[in-house]
């Protein structure tokens, strides 16, 4: 099986940066993606990572440590409109996403 | 554009109905998932397909039976519903190329009366 850990709160100031980690078990490693979700809204893909480093992508960065099982997801600039969830998932082989159960980040002024 | 449509956004069923939640999708994706979604217990997977007439467990496929006659549509089937059925559902699809991301729909909110 799977096992994903992340935060589930997370309260950070517009203008500012907050990182987002994510530690995982897992067997067959073959790729950790980020999405975000707003509230009562679907998910929607953020960042991909398979291996070793940091993609950056605009404002989002996601990093990733296949030796570590770690991953974070790096949000810069700050703004109220990134206030949602943010869910960590991991696919082993190819096999469905396993979902972590998510960091919902608050972004006040 | 992909695009992953459910046929409702908010549904009312009675316990004991059987329940039907269809998604459709247009970018000719091999592989389908059912999701559900509960406050503190994040994405649980029900069921998945990986190509027509094809269908996975998940896992918690209990209470669950899905559908695949054609590539573009996967449909969820409640049997019975019960009230620990009243969740939030998400489709998704994607292409079977390993390293590409899932596309979501809207969800559909069930609450199980």
């Known amino acids: 099986g799977q096992n994903i850990d992340q935060p589930t709160e997370m309260t950070a100031t517009e203008g500012a940066i907050v990182q987002i980690n994510c530690t995982y078990q897992t067997s067959g490693f073959n790729g950790l993606f980020w999405y975000q979700q707003h509230a009562g809204e679907a998910p929607t893909f953020l960042s991909y990572?398979?291996?070793?480093g940091l993609e950056e992508k605009g404002r989002f960065s996601s990093f990733l440590s296949r030796s570590k099982g770690y991953s974070y997801l790096l949000l810069k600039e700050l703004q109220m409109k990134d206030s949602a969830s943010y869910l960590c998932a991991v696919r082993a082989g190819n096999t469905p996403l396993v979902f972590g159960k998510g960091t919902r980040l608050s972004v006040i002024a | 554009d992909v695009k992953v449509t459910q046929s409702s956004r908010y549904l009312v069923k009675r316990t004991g109905e059987k329940v039907f939640l269809e998604c459709v999708q247009d970018?000719?994706?091999?592989?389908m998932f059912w999701y559900r979604q509960d406050p503190g217990l994040g994405l649980r997977l029900i069921y998945f397909?990986?190509?027509?007439?094809?269908?996975e467990k998940g896992d918690i496929p209990e209470g669950y039976s899905v559908s695949r006659e054609k590539k573009e549509r996967f449909s969820l089937i409640l049997e019975s519903a019960s009230t620990n059925q009243t969740s939030m559902y998400l489709c998704?699809?994607?292409?079977?190329?390993?390293?590409?991301?899932?596309?979501f729909g809207q969800g559909t909110r069930l609450t199980v009366v």
């Open positions: 998704a699809s994607k292409s079977e190329q390993a390293n590409t991301e899932a596309f």
């Open positions: 397909s990986y190509d027509v007439k094809m269908k």
């Open positions: 970018m000719d994706h091999e592989n």
């Open positions: 990572n398979v291996l070793d």
